[in-house]
C-alpha cells in the first residue's frame, strides 16, 4: 500500500473525490494525438501523393530520398538512398524524427501524454496506477533533455517549411504572383509552426531565460520579455500547429491525387 | 438568506476514519471555512481544522475539497451548485493528525535542505545593489504562502511514499529557483543539486503545481522549466559546457 492509500494518510478508499469531469481532458487528449499519430503513421509509409503543382506536404519536406518526385527536391538534392536493406524507404521516413522529437519532448506535450496516455497521473488529485515512479531521471525517459536539440533542428524545419510557402505563389506554369487555397493552407501551417516554436520554452531560456543579469543585456531581456508572453499561448500554438500540418498534408494529398482541385484565386 | 448545506467531513486520526454525514447552514457569502466553523460550533465540537487569517494569506487552512486541494478559506459556498453533497477531508499527500489536520512538517524538512543565499564576500551590509528587472522573476516567487497544496497535489509524492526522501517538490523548486535567478546570489551549484539531490528530474510537467497554487505562481512554467533548462545547460549540452570552459561562464 502506497500513495494516498499509505497507512499513515487518512483512511480513504476512493482514488480520487473529485466531482467534475477530471477524466474528459485526458480522453480528448488521447483521442486527438492517438488518431494523429494513426493518420502520420500511414501518410509516411504511403511515399505518394505527397506533391503537386508546387505545393509539398510538410510530412515530406524536405524530400532527401532519390526516390522524391525532383519538383519536392532543394534543388535536386538527393543525398539518401530510396533503399534501405531492400527496404524501400518512403522520404518522409528519412526526416520524421526531427518533427516528431521536437513534440515528443516539448514540456506541453509531455504533460498531455503522461497525463492521457501512461495516466501519470491521468488528472490533477486522481492517484495513478503505478507502483513504482522514477520520472525522467532514467533511460529512456532521461532523453527528453535532448529538447533543444530537436529545437534547433525545428528552427531549420521551419525555414525549409517557409521557402515550400513561398513556392507555393507558383502558377502550374511555375509563375510567380499567384495564390492558391494551397498557398494559405501552407502559409497558415507554417505560421502556426513558427509561434509553436517560437512560444517553446527552450526558446525562451535560450533568448534570455539563462541569465542573472537583465539589466546588462537589455536587448536579449526584450526579447525574452516578448518570447514570455507568447509562451502563456504555447499549448494552443501546439495544438493548432498540429491540426495546420495535419491539414496541410490532407489537402496537398487530396490534391495530388486528383480528388480535390485546387483552386487558384489569380 | 442561509440554506441548508450537506457536507461529508473526513473524520478520524492515524490509525481509521471515515466521511461523515452533517446538514448545517451556509449564508450568503461564506466560504467553507465559515461552514466548517459553524460544524464545529454546533455539531462537532472536538472537529480538528487548522486555520489562521481567514484570508488566504497564511495557508493554514489547505485541504481537499470534493477531491481538489484548495483553502477552505477562498472556496466560497456559492461555487456550489444548490443540493450539492461537499466532501471535505485532510491533504492525501500527508500523514493524518486529527481530522483536517496533517502532519506536514516533510516540507520543513525539505526546506532545510535547500542552501541559503549566498552573499559576494566583497560587498558589506547595505551595499546590495540591484535593478527591478533583475529581481522580478525571484519576487513572482516570494508570493508563496506555504499552503503546501503544490506539495500535496504533487503526484511524486503523493502517490509514492517512497520518494519522499528524494523529491524536495514544487514548493522548493521555485526556492531554488528564486535563489538561482537571483542577481547576487553567489553559491555556484544550484542547477546540478537541484537535480542530484533535490530530485527536480523526477517532475514530468503535469502542471497540477500550478493548477492548485492559490497564488497564481506560475510554478511550472516560471520556476520548474526554467530550472530543467539551466539543468540541461550544465549536465546534458556539451556546447553549452565547451563554452562554459572556454569563456569561463558559470557552469554549474
Redesign the interface.
Same mark, same amino acid.
Request: hydrophobic share 40%; aromatic share 12%; with cysteine.
Given at each position: 500500500m502506497s500513495g494516498v492509500f499509505s497507512p499513515s494518510r487518512a483512511e480513504i478508499k476512493e482514488r480520487t473525490l473529485r466531482t467534475d469531469k477530471w477524466w474528459l481532458q485526458p480522453l480528448a487528449t488521447f483521442g486527438v494525438l492517438f488518431s494523429f499519430v494513426i493518420y502520420a503513421t500511414f501518410r509516411a509509409f504511403e511515399g505518394a501523393n505527397y506533391y503537386a503543382d508546387h505545393l509539398i506536404s510538410p510530412f515530406y519536406s524536405p524530400c532527401l530520398s532519390e526516390a522524391c518526385v525532383p519538383e519536392a527536391t532543394i534543388g535536386g538534392w538527393t543525398p539518401i538512398s530510396a533503399q534501405v536493406f531492400n527496404f524501400a524507404l518512403s522520404p518522409a521516413l528519412i526526416i520524421l524524427i526531427f518533427p516528431l522529437g521536437f513534440r515528443m519532448t516539448c514540456y506541453y506535450y509531455r504533460k498531455a501524454y503522461y497525463r492521457a496516455f501512461w495516466m501519470s497521473p491521468p488528472a490533477c488529485a486522481v492517484a495513478e496506477p503505478h507502483k513504482k515512479y522514477t520520472g525522467e531521471t532514467r533511460q529512456p525517459l532521461i532523453l527528453q533533455n535532448a529538447h533543444r536539440w530537436f529545437f534547433y533542428a525545428g528552427l531549420i524545419f521551419n525555414i525549409i517549411l517557409t521557402y515550400d510557402a513561398i513556392i507555393s505563389f507558383k502558377n502550374k506554369e511555375g509563375e510567380w504572383g499567384h495564390m492558391s487555397v494551397g498557398s494559405l493552407v501552407l502559409v497558415f501551417s507554417t505560421v502556426m509552426l513558427w509561434m509553436y516554436s517560437l512560444s517553446c520554452h527552450t526558446c525562451r531560456h535560450t533568448i534570455g531565460g539563462r541569465l542573472k543579469h537583465f539589466s546588462k543585456h537589455p536587448i536579449r531581456y526584450k526579447a525574452w520579455t516578448t518570447i514570455s508572453k507568447l509562451n502563456h499561448s504555447h499549448a494552443l500554438f501546439a495544438w493548432i500547429s498540429l491540426f495546420g500540418v495535419a491539414f496541410a498534408d490532407i489537402y496537398v494529398r487530396q490534391v495530388a491525387s486528383g480528388a480535390w482541385t485546387n483552386f487558384y484565386f489569380f | 438568506m442561509a440554506r441548508k448545506v450537506n457536507l461529508r467531513i473526513?473524520r478520524?486520526d #492515524?490509525t481509521?476514519? #471515515?466521511?461523515q454525514n452533517v446538514e448545517v447552514d451556509a449564508n450568503e457569502g461564506e466560504v467553507v471555512l465559515d461552514v466548517i466553523h459553524r460544524v464545529q460550533a454546533t455539531q462537532m465540537g472536538d472537529l480538528a481544522v487548522r486555520w489562521n487569517c481567514k484570508a488566504g494569506k497564511c495557508g493554514s487552512c489547505s485541504m *481537499?475539497i470534493?477531491?481538489?486541494?484548495r483553502l477552505a478559506c477562498m472556496t466560497r459556498m456559492s461555487s456550489f451548485e444548490e443540493g =450539492?453533497e461537499i466532501?471535505v477531508?485532510?491533504l492525501?499527500?500527508?500523514?493524518?493528525i486529527k481530522d483536517l489536520v496533517?502532519d506536514v512538517s516533510f516540507n520543513y524538512k525539505k526546506a532545510l535542505e535547500i542552501p541559503a543565499y549566498e552573499h559576494p564576500a566583497d560587498l558589506g551590509p547595505g551595499e546590495a545593489r540591484m535593478?527591478q528587472? +533583475?529581481v522580478e522573476r525571484s519576487q513572482e516567487f516570494r508570493k508563496c504562502i506555504e499552503c503546501f497544496l503544490c506539495q500535496?497535489?504533487c503526484?511524486?509524492i503523493? +502517490?509514492? *511514499?517512497?520518494?519522499k526522501k528524494s523529491f524536495a517538490g514544487p514548493r522548493f523548486f521555485i526556492r531554488i529557483a528564486e535563489l538561482d535567478?537571483?542577481?547576487l546570489d553567489m553559491l555556484k551549484n544550484r542547477k546540478r543539486t537541484a537535480q542530484e539531490e533535490h530530485?527536480l528530474?523526477?517532475?514530468?510537467?503535469?502542471?497540477?503545481c500550478t =493548477?492548485?497554487c492559490p497564488e497564481h505562481i506560475r510554478i511550472?512554467?516560471n520556476a520548474i522549466?526554467?530550472m530543467? =533548462?539551466?539543468?540541461? +545547460?550544465v549536465?546534458? +549540452?556539451p556546447a553549452r559546457w565547451l563554452g562554459s570552459k572556454i569563456r569561463r561562464r558559470?557552469g554549474s
Amino acid at each position: 500500500m502506497s500513495g494516498v492509500f499509505s497507512p499513515s494518510r487518512a483512511e480513504i478508499k476512493e482514488r480520487t473525490l473529485r466531482t467534475d469531469k477530471w477524466w474528459l481532458q485526458p480522453l480528448a487528449t488521447f483521442g486527438v494525438l492517438f488518431s494523429f499519430v494513426i493518420y502520420a503513421t500511414f501518410r509516411a509509409f504511403e511515399g505518394a501523393n505527397y506533391y503537386a503543382d508546387h505545393l509539398i506536404s510538410p510530412f515530406y519536406s524536405p524530400c532527401l530520398s532519390e526516390a522524391c518526385v525532383p519538383e519536392a527536391t532543394i534543388g535536386g538534392w538527393t543525398p539518401i538512398s530510396a533503399q534501405v536493406f531492400n527496404f524501400a524507404l518512403s522520404p518522409a521516413l528519412i526526416i520524421l524524427i526531427f518533427p516528431l522529437g521536437f513534440r515528443m519532448t516539448c514540456y506541453y506535450y509531455r504533460k498531455a501524454y503522461y497525463r492521457a496516455f501512461w495516466m501519470s497521473p491521468p488528472a490533477c488529485a486522481v492517484a495513478e496506477p503505478h507502483k513504482k515512479y522514477t520520472g525522467e531521471t532514467r533511460q529512456p525517459l532521461i532523453l527528453q533533455n535532448a529538447h533543444r536539440w530537436f529545437f534547433y533542428a525545428g528552427l531549420i524545419f521551419n525555414i525549409i517549411l517557409t521557402y515550400d510557402a513561398i513556392i507555393s505563389f507558383k502558377n502550374k506554369e511555375g509563375e510567380w504572383g499567384h495564390m492558391s487555397v494551397g498557398s494559405l493552407v501552407l502559409v497558415f501551417s507554417t505560421v502556426m509552426l513558427w509561434m509553436y516554436s517560437l512560444s517553446c520554452h527552450t526558446c525562451r531560456h535560450t533568448i534570455g531565460g539563462r541569465l542573472k543579469h537583465f539589466s546588462k543585456h537589455p536587448i536579449r531581456y526584450k526579447a525574452w520579455t516578448t518570447i514570455s508572453k507568447l509562451n502563456h499561448s504555447h499549448a494552443l500554438f501546439a495544438w493548432i500547429s498540429l491540426f495546420g500540418v495535419a491539414f496541410a498534408d490532407i489537402y496537398v494529398r487530396q490534391v495530388a491525387s486528383g480528388a480535390w482541385t485546387n483552386f487558384y484565386f489569380f | 438568506m442561509a440554506r441548508k448545506v450537506n457536507l461529508r467531513i473526513w473524520r478520524g486520526d #492515524s490509525t481509521s476514519g #471515515s466521511l461523515q454525514n452533517v446538514e448545517v447552514d451556509a449564508n450568503e457569502g461564506e466560504v467553507v471555512l465559515d461552514v466548517i466553523h459553524r460544524v464545529q460550533a454546533t455539531q462537532m465540537g472536538d472537529l480538528a481544522v487548522r486555520w489562521n487569517c481567514k484570508a488566504g494569506k497564511c495557508g493554514s487552512c489547505s485541504m *481537499e475539497i470534493n477531491g481538489k486541494p484548495r483553502l477552505a478559506c477562498m472556496t466560497r459556498m456559492s461555487s456550489f451548485e444548490e443540493g =450539492e453533497e461537499i466532501t471535505v477531508t485532510p491533504l492525501r499527500a500527508f500523514p493524518v493528525i486529527k481530522d483536517l489536520v496533517t502532519d506536514v512538517s516533510f516540507n520543513y524538512k525539505k526546506a532545510l535542505e535547500i542552501p541559503a543565499y549566498e552573499h559576494p564576500a566583497d560587498l558589506g551590509p547595505g551595499e546590495a545593489r540591484m535593478e527591478q528587472i +533583475d529581481v522580478e522573476r525571484s519576487q513572482e516567487f516570494r508570493k508563496c504562502i506555504e499552503c503546501f497544496l503544490c506539495q500535496d497535489t504533487c503526484h511524486v509524492i503523493r +502517490d509514492h *511514499e517512497e520518494n519522499k526522501k528524494s523529491f524536495a517538490g514544487p514548493r522548493f523548486f521555485i526556492r531554488i529557483a528564486e535563489l538561482d535567478m537571483h542577481p547576487l546570489d553567489m553559491l555556484k551549484n544550484r542547477k546540478r543539486t537541484a537535480q542530484e539531490e533535490h530530485g527536480l528530474g523526477m517532475c514530468n510537467i503535469t502542471k497540477c503545481c500550478t =493548477e492548485v497554487c492559490p497564488e497564481h505562481i506560475r510554478i511550472t512554467d516560471n520556476a520548474i522549466i526554467p530550472m530543467k =533548462e539551466r539543468v540541461v +545547460d550544465v549536465k546534458y +549540452d556539451p556546447a553549452r559546457w565547451l563554452g562554459s570552459k572556454i569563456r569561463r561562464r558559470e557552469g554549474s
